[in-house]
Each structure stands twice: as structure tokens, then as C-alpha cells.
Antibody, heavy 121, light 107 residues
Framework: EVQLVESGGGLVKPGGTLRLSCTAS????????MNWVRQAPGKGLEWVSS????????YYADSVKGRFTISRDNARRSVDLQVSGMRAEDTSVYYC??????????????WGQGTTVTVSS | AIRVTQSPSSFSASTGDRVTITCRAN??????LAWYQQKPGKAPELLIF???TLQNGVPSRFSGSGSGTDFTLTINYLQSEDFATYYC?????????FGQGTQVESK
């Protein structure tokens, strides 16, 4: 079964740091672009970051650029999101989502269950 | 960044209804548009990609159309399990952007 499982969420103080992790199973992880998407309470979806299959190409939303860092370890079948300089507006459910394999643009076809991050003093 | 605007933001419908949701991009995105369904407390699920291609396992009552800047999601003969929030998303260029969502509620 194709599956993504996120972990690492929790309560963090403003300015603090957290490392979110997503572990994949059921597919050839190293062939796929991976993404993080977040959703603030009661709000819509916001794309956060993407990393290509080999880790060469990385993209961030302007709202997180300079504060968040995406990385992947294909041997461990995992993609991480280090979130630092946390702000109240970063409070969200963070979803890991699979993109495409190969060259071209693809949507996100497999999603994890999400991990909740709350920024509060 | 490409702006994607969905309409309406919410509406009420009955089972058996035909439902149409629209999505407009502020610049051309060819057919690099996806539709997702999200139910409360759950992760989004991909319904349609490339504007009109149904994801595996999605019922055929769902359909998508459009290209360039204007897109439509149609649900024929709405079922009880279709009451949810729907999002469009462009993946033509980074930063990827979502519409604000359309909540389909039971009348």
C-alpha cells in the first residue's frame, strides 16, 4: 500500500524550531518529487515547499523562504521540513504529499494524514 | 505568483443535483490544473489532474474541463459522500497556488 506518514509536530514557542518528518512506503520513493502543504485552522490549503527526486531542485513559498528547509534521504525513504523562526501564522496541519516521477509537472496524488504544529507562548 | 480564484466559496445542494465549481487563473496555465476533495479532519484527495483527467478510483460523476485561465469541476448526480470542500490548484509554475476552496453543503 502506498503510504505517507508524518511526524514531529507539536507545540513550539514563537521563534522556535521544529523538524517535521515524512516516511514513505509502498512506492519507489527516490523516483518522486515530494512536497509539503499546510492548512491553518479553518483555512484553505497552502503549498509550502517541494523537493525533486534527487534533491537537486528545491522550491519554497515566499511566506516560508529563509525560515523553512526541506531535505530528503532516499535511503531512509524520508523527507523532512525544518521549520524555524516560527510565527503564530505558521500554526497549521502540515501535510506531506507525493508529486510526480520523471520530467514534467505533476499534481500531488498521495497525501499523508498530517501533523499538527501549534505556535504559542 | 499565479493567482487562482474559485467560485463560489460555498453553496448548498441536494443529492441528485448537478454541481459546477469554477476556477480562474490570472494568467494562462495550459491544463496544469488539479482538483482536490477534502472532508473535515481528513487529508485532501486528488480527484482530477491535467484539468480533465480523472484520478484512478474517482467516480465518473466527477468531471473537469478547461484550459488556459478558466476551468470547471462538475459533479453529476451529487451523492451524500460528495458533501465536502473542493480546491483547485495550479502546478504550471512555482510557487504552486490553490484556490480558496468551495464548500458544498447539504441543503
Amino acid at each position: 500500500e502506498v503510504q505517507l506518514v508524518e511526524s514531529g509536530g507539536g507545540l513550539v514557542k514563537p521563534g522556535g524550531t521544529l523538524r517535521l518528518s515524512c516516511t514513505a512506503s509502498g512506492f519507489i520513493f527516490g523516483s518522486y518529487t515530494m512536497n509539503w502543504v499546510r492548512q491553518a485552522p479553518g483555512k484553505g490549503l497552502e503549498w509550502v515547499s517541494s523537493i525533486s527526486s534527487g534533491g537537486t531542485y528545491i522550491y519554497y513559498a515566499d511566506s516560508v523562504k529563509g525560515r523553512f528547509t526541506i531535505s530528503r534521504d532516499n535511503a531512509r525513504r524520508s523527507v523532512d521540513l525544518q521549520v524555524s523562526g516560527m510565527r503564530a501564522e505558521d500554526t497549521s496541519v502540515y501535510y506531506c504529499a507525493r508529486g510526480g516521477s520523471g520530467y514534467g509537472a505533476y499534481p500531488m496524488d498521495v497525501w499523508g494524514q498530517g501533523t499538527t504544529v501549534t505556535v504559542s507562548s | 505568483a499565479i493567482r487562482v480564484t474559485q467560485s463560489p466559496s460555498s453553496f448548498s445542494a441536494s443529492t441528485g443535483d448537478r454541481v459546477t465549481i469554477t476556477c480562474r487563473a490570472n494568467q494562462g496555465i495550459s491544463t496544469f490544473l488539479a482538483w482536490y476533495q477534502q472532508k473535515p479532519g481528513k487529508a485532501p484527495e486528488l480527484l482530477i489532474f491535467a484539468a480533465s483527467t480523472l484520478q484512478n478510483g474517482v467516480p465518473s460523476r466527477f468531471s473537469g474541463s478547461g484550459s488556459g485561465t478558466d476551468f470547471t469541476l462538475t459533479i453529476n448526480y451529487l451523492q451524500s459522500e460528495d458533501f465536502a470542500t473542493y480546491y483547485c490548484q495550479q502546478y504550471y509554475s512555482y510557487p504552486w497556488t490553490f484556490g480558496q476552496g468551495t464548500q458544498v453543503e447539504s441543503k
